[in-house]
Structures are given as C-alpha cells and as structure tokens.
C-alpha cells in the first residue's frame, strides 16, 4: 500500500518560515516526480512546486517563486518543501503528490499526472 504523509504545517505569523515533508512508503519514487499542491478554502486545487525524477528541473507556480523551495532526498524517499516569507494568501492545505510513471510525458503542474496523495498538512498565516 503507497502512503504519503505529509508533515510540519501549523500557524504561523506572516513572514515565517515553515518546512513541510512528504515521507512516502510503500514503493520508492527515486524515478518519478514528486509536488505539492496547495487547496484553500472555497477555490480549486492550485499547484505549488514539483521536481522531476531524474531530470534535474523543478516547477513552481509564480505566486510561490523565489518564496519556496522543493527538494527531495531519495534515499529517504522523501520530498520537502521550504517556504520561507509567508504570506497569508499562502493559508490553505498542503497536499504531496507522486507519480506512478518517470518523467516522459509527464505534465508536472497538473494534478490528474499525480497518481498517489497524501492526507495534507493544514498552513494557516496570520496577517
């Protein structure tokens, strides 16, 4: 059985930082891309940030550029994400996703690519 479960969220002030993790287990995603998708209130699943298998290349949506970082640790089948500057715009639930297949074709800012989600972790930043 695949599981992702993401950890580290909370309430923070705006400006903080905040480290999420996305510890997957049941197979290893050392070649698939991995992201995180973020879902507020009232509004659609928005992509944040994703990283590809073995390509080198990462994504991030423009609200989130220069702000978060992706980052992943293989041998710990473990993808996170650095979000530093917080903003209360950024409040919502944060979701990691995995891919079944490698990168070939793969569409990484799209969610129906990702095959496996976690629960989510809530972010809530007070302005």
């Known amino acids: 059985q695949v599981q992702l479960v993401e950890s580290g969220g909370g309430l923070v002030q705006a400006g903080d930082s905040l480290s999420l993790s996305c510890a997957a287990s049941?197979?290893?995603?050392?070649?698939?891309?991995m992201g995180w998708f973020r879902q507020a209130p009232g509004k659609e699943r928005e992509f944040v940030a994703a990283?590809?298998?073995?390509?080198?290349?990462?994504y991030y949506s423009d609200s989130v550029k220069g702000r978060f970082t992706i980052s992943r640790d293989n041998a710990k089948n473990t993808v996170y994400l650095q979000m530093n500057n917080l903003r209360p715009e950024d409040t919502a639930v944060y979701y990691c996703a995995a891919r079944f297949w490698g990168d070939s074709g793969g569409q990484y800012r799209a969610g129906d690519e990702y095959h496996y989600w976690g629960q989510g972790t809530q972010v809530t930043v007070s302005s």
């Open positions: 049941g197979r290893t995603f050392s070649r698939s891309p």
């Open positions: 990283i590809s298998g073995t390509l080198d290349l990462v």
